[in-house]
């Protein structure tokens, strides 16, 4: 059974990036496909980008652009960085994981992340 | 605006069924799996239902998908006031390239 927890600042200021990572537990990570998805207060689920380690990456296209998904398997972690950060990227961000590109199976507990001057 | 159309709310007695809708197209849930995700207060959404209709282990049989067309449907039978959460459905949509997800819809346990 994989473990995820996401660390990353809370609080960004408004055009700087994001840097978000995920921290895997219980195998590694070079087998399974990893995601960023990200949920705006009392809102409902945003998918932004899944990486399988080695392979293909898919971004949401409207944030493609911002985006940068890795994984370091020495870490076992995977990262996100967002650029130009907004007001509207206010959110609790979620990594999730699983050996199947479609669901999503594991998750983390989230981590708030706040745009603000 | 989500892509997928779920209800707002649902509710229901303690031992009741329920179900709720998810509603897309050809591009996503007309073509694709649906997977439906629980989300307690509080918490992250957990998987319940992959592929239309299958249950990880783990997931009591209470819970089931079925899938006819574009939409997709959740059910809950004997309903526990621990199953009061709010439930989302998902979905790849060949189209745009991306996972869409419903708005959710909220259970509420009477």
């Known amino acids: 059974q994989l473990q995820l927890q996401e660390s990353g600042p809370g609080l960004v200021k408004p055009s700087e990036t994001l840097s978000l990572t995920c921290t895997v537990s219980?195998?590694?990570?070079?087998?399974?496909?990893w995601s960023w998805i990200r949920q705006t207060p009392g809102k409902g689920l945003e998918w932004i980008a899944t990486?399988?380690?080695?392979?293909?990456?898919k971004y949401n296209p409207s944030l493609k652009s911002r985006i940068t998904i890795s994984g370091d398997t020495s870490k076992s972690l995977f990262s996100l960085k967002l650029t130009s950060m907004t007001a509207a990227d206010t959110a609790v961000y979620f990594c999730?994981?699983?050996?199947?590109?479609?669901?999503?199976?594991?998750w983390g507990r989230g981590s708030l992340v706040t745009v603000s001057s | 605006q989500s892509m997928l159309t779920q209800p707002p709310s649902v509710s229901a007695a303690p031992g009741q069924t329920v179900t709720m809708s998810c509603s897309g197209s050809?591009?996503?849930?007309?073509?694709?799996?649906v997977s439906w995700y629980q989300q307690l207060p509080g918490t992250a959404p957990k998987l319940l239902i992959y592929?239309?209709?299958k249950r990880p282990s783990g997931i009591p049989d209470r819970f089931s998908g079925s899938k006819s067309g574009t939409s997709a449907t959740l059910g809950i039978t004997g309903l526990q006031t621990a199953d009061e959460a709010d439930y989302y459905c998902?979905?790849?949509?060949?189209?745009?390239?991306?996972?869409?997800f419903g708005g959710g819809t909220k259970l509420t346990v009477l």
């Open positions: 998902g979905s790849w949509d060949s189209s745009l390239r991306a996972w869409v």
């Open positions: 050809t591009s996503n849930t007309g073509n694709n799996y």
């Open positions: 990486m399988f380690y080695g392979g293909t990456t």
């Open positions: 592929d239309n209709n």
């Open positions: 219980g195998d590694s990570i070079s087998d399974y496909y």
């Open positions: 999730a994981g699983g050996g199947y590109g479609d669901r999503f199976e594991f």
